[in-house]
């Protein structure tokens, strides 16, 4: 039982730099603009949230920075890609390579460098209750964060009134704006929104889980963001899901060269990606029976005002 909550528990804490990014990007592609870069935008968040932790010793304004980092870069691609109406998967692509140089050049002075990162914080009452509190209830505050998180997005999403403005902009952005909502507007701010998500997933590896810096520490995470909106559907609670089937995986494969297994390290590693590819192609397999459902029909189509009957 002790080995299973260590699994689980590990799993949250793996699970949540990606489920940040993988929220920011439902968030971004329900307003129709796609975002492959996270890869690149988590990296710049990471080295913000470091940096920023490294000269104040405040990590809540790393983490803040991590956020501020990722939509000033997303920028680029929002700029891309709604005003100059550029190919989104073209320009997500180079956003990743920007990402990665760019956190790269500013970081290779402080590789390997430590911090004094973020604290656990014991929920009271609810960390004492037994198997739940361990595997829930016992990390650090940017956990509970993204908890709450989850249930916000899809109560915005599919209870109020921007929400329903936010999905139309996504499913026919020319019949939004025949009813006056400011679609470039809402896609701006929406993909500048989660692209300071994925930020802070990116300040979340380097603030909290590592507390230091390591090129590319990202290690493909924000591949893995981007597939498991697919996984769950454009819906924030699965897209959770997902998350944290991720990171009980990697927590797996970590605690099994930890216990020595004769298994090739290298295949060990390799276990969270070929989780996500089995799950995708079972998803696929689904959707081909017509229980895919939840893709933004206008997702990375341009916007055109002038197209407007």
Not at 2 to 10: K, R, T
Request: glycine share 12%.
């Amino acid at each position: 039982m002790d080995f299973l909550v260590a699994i689980l528990a590990s799993a949250v804490r793996s699970g949540t730099p990606v489920l940040y990014a993988t929220l920011g990007e439902v968030v971004s592609e329900r307003a129709g603009v796609m975002n492959l870069g996270l890869e690149g935008v988590m990296l710049v968040g990471a080295y913000t949230g470091f940096a920023v932790t490294r000269s104040t010793g405040d990590p809540w304004l790393g983490i803040l920075a991590s956020f501020a980092a990722g939509a000033a870069i997303t920028l680029i691609h929002a700029f891309l890609c709604i005003t100059l109406m550029c190919n989104q998967v073209v320009s997500g692509l180079a956003m990743v390579l920007t990402g990665y140089g760019l956190s790269a050049l500013l970081g290779r002075g402080v590789i390997g460098e430590t911090i004094s990162g973020m604290a656990p914080l014991k929920m009271p009452f609810l960390g004492d209750i037994p198997f739940i509190g361990p595997i829930f209830f016992q990390h650090n505050a940017m956990v509970y964060v993204s908890y709450a998180l989850i249930a916000v997005l899809c109560w915005f999403l599919f209870r109020t009134r921007p929400g329903l403005d936010l999905r139309a902009v996504g499913e026919n952005p020319r019949a939004a704006d025949a009813m006056g909502l400011p679609v470039t507007a809402i896609r701006y701010f929406y993909c500048l929104f989660g692209g300071g998500l994925a930020g802070i997933g990116g300040g979340y590896l380097s603030v909290v889980y590592a507390q230091m810096w390591i090129e590319g520490m990202t290690s493909g995470r924000g591949w893995i963001a981007v597939a498991l909106v697919i996984f769950g559907l454009w819906n924030p609670a699965r897209a959770a899901l997902g998350a944290y089937l991720f990171g009980g995986v990697e927590a797996l494969q970590l605690r099994m060269q930890a216990m020595g297994s004769s298994i090739s390290a290298s295949l060990l590693l390799t276990l969270p990606y070929l989780m996500t590819i089995i799950v995708l192609t079972l998803v696929a397999i689904r959707a081909g029976k017509g229980i895919l459902l939840g893709a933004p029909a206008a997702l990375s189509i341009p916007f055109r005002r002038e197209d407007r009957d």
